[in-house]
T-cell receptor, first 117, second 112 residues
Framework: EAGVAQSPRYKIIEKRQSVAFWCNPI?????LYWYQQILGQGPKLLIQ????????DSQLPKDRFSAERLKGVDSTLKIQPAKLEDSAVYLC???????????????FGEGSRLTVL | AQSVTQLGSHVSVSEGALVLLRCNYS??????LFWYVQYPNQGLQLLLK??????LVKGINGFEAEFKKSETSFHLTKPSAHMSDAAEYFC??????????FGKGTMLLVSP
């Protein structure tokens, strides 16, 4: 079974530039998450999708960050314009859970490391 | 709101020694708790989970954790550390909309 795919793995940009990250979840996983992991901290949820609908985006800085999940499969996270403090690893995760369980069992990609200069 | 606190950003042990990584939770309802591991340059991987069944939970790679309501703790242990256990470990609690809220992580260093 293929895992969660993310690209690019590494990206270096200058502040005020834009960047986009792509995620392909595990086939059949209805729930997709984007987490931001700043060095020395635990992952912080940015946005959660259920199929192609947004469940929770309360911690997404909407003035500069946007995310979409068209057709309920792949997802793209965009930052425009980037700030120095956006330097982090952006983790995509997916899950499949239902009445039989699975809540909290997330499958993570390897992450996209962003450096903003 | 649910949250977890991990005590100690770094823990160092010798190979073969007991591993103990500490996690305390705060929750107004019976929590679902998790431990995830992150190896260098990789994503997080589920080690084990507590979902209100048995208080002692066994996970992969010989790790286990015990849920203690009286201490609001969910510490992770392994009887004998191996070099391959060197990684960062995250405690997490299931929050609203079934998302995970993570602690800050504990880096486990294993010396020969």
């Amino acid at each position: 079974e293929a895992g969660v795919a993310q690209s690019p793995r590494y990206k270096i940009i200058e502040k005020r530039q834009s960047v986009a990250f792509w995620c392909n979840p595990i086939s059949g996983h209805a729930t997709l998450y984007w987490y931001q992991q700043i060095l020395g901290q635990g992952p912080k949820l940015l946005i959660q999708f259920q199929n192609n609908g947004v469940v929770d985006d309360s911690q997404l800085p909407k003035d500069r960050f946007s995310a979409e999940r068209l057709k309920g499969v792949d997802s793209t996270l965009k930052i425009q314009p980037a700030k120095l403090e956006d330097s982090a690893v952006y983790l995509c995760a997916s899950s499949f859970w239902g009445p039989s369980g699975g809540a909290g069992e997330l499958f993570f990609g390897e992450g996209s490391r962003l450096t903003v200069l | 709101a649910q949250s977890v606190t991990q005590l100690g950003s770094h823990v160092s042990v010798s190979e073969g020694a007991l591993v103990l990584l500490r996690c305390n939770y705060s929750s107004s309802v019976p929590p679902y708790l998790f431990w995830y591991v992150q190896y260098p340059n990789q994503g997080l991987q589920l080690l084990l989970k507590y979902t209100s069944a048995a208080t002692l939970v066994k996970g992969i790679n010989g790790f286990e954790a015990e849920f203690k309501k009286s201490e609001t703790s969910f510490h992770l242990t392994k009887p004998s550390a191996h070099m391959s256990d060197a990684a960062e470990y995250f405690c997490a609690v299931l929050s609203r909309y079934s998302t995970l809220t993570f602690g800050k992580g504990t880096m486990l260093l294993v010396s020969p």
